[in-house]
């Protein structure tokens, strides 16, 4: 099994940052890709940043410039750091992972439990 656990989340003022983790753990061969996705209250559950295992990286138009995701390889672990945010921020940040587990030969998708983001004007 794999677990992906979220933190970092909270309450900010806009303009304000915060640093997400998500720390990947269990049967794990390798990590082919981590990513962010965000979803706000009514709408449905969109990506925010993806980062491939090479190192490649993207992040969405509507955070370009403010978002950074990055990876330690070397402890299964991602982050998204937040800048500038802004009250659309807000939301249930979830990350996700495309596994390579030790006990399969197939490469499955997992989801962390979801970490709370709030901005305040």
């Known amino acids: 099994q794999v677990q992906l656990v979220e933190s970092g989340g909270g309450l900010v003022q806009a303009g304000g940052s915060l640093r997400l983790s998500c720390a990947a753990s269990?049967?794990?061969?390798?990590?082919?890709?981590m990513g962010w996705y965000r979803q706000a209250p009514g709408k449905e559950r969109e990506l925010v940043a993806v980062m491939f295992s090479g190192g490649s990286a993207n992040v969405v138009d509507s955070v370009k410039g403010r978002f950074a995701i990055s990876r330690d390889n070397a402890k299964n672990t991602a982050y998204l750091q937040m800048n500038k945010l802004k009250p659309e921020d807000t939301a249930v940040y979830y990350c996700n992972a495309v596994v390579r587990r030790t006990d399969s030969i197939s490469s499955l998708q997992y989801w962390g439990q979801g970490t709370q983001v709030t901005v305040s004007s």
């Open positions: 269990g049967s794990i061969a390798s990590i082919i890709v």
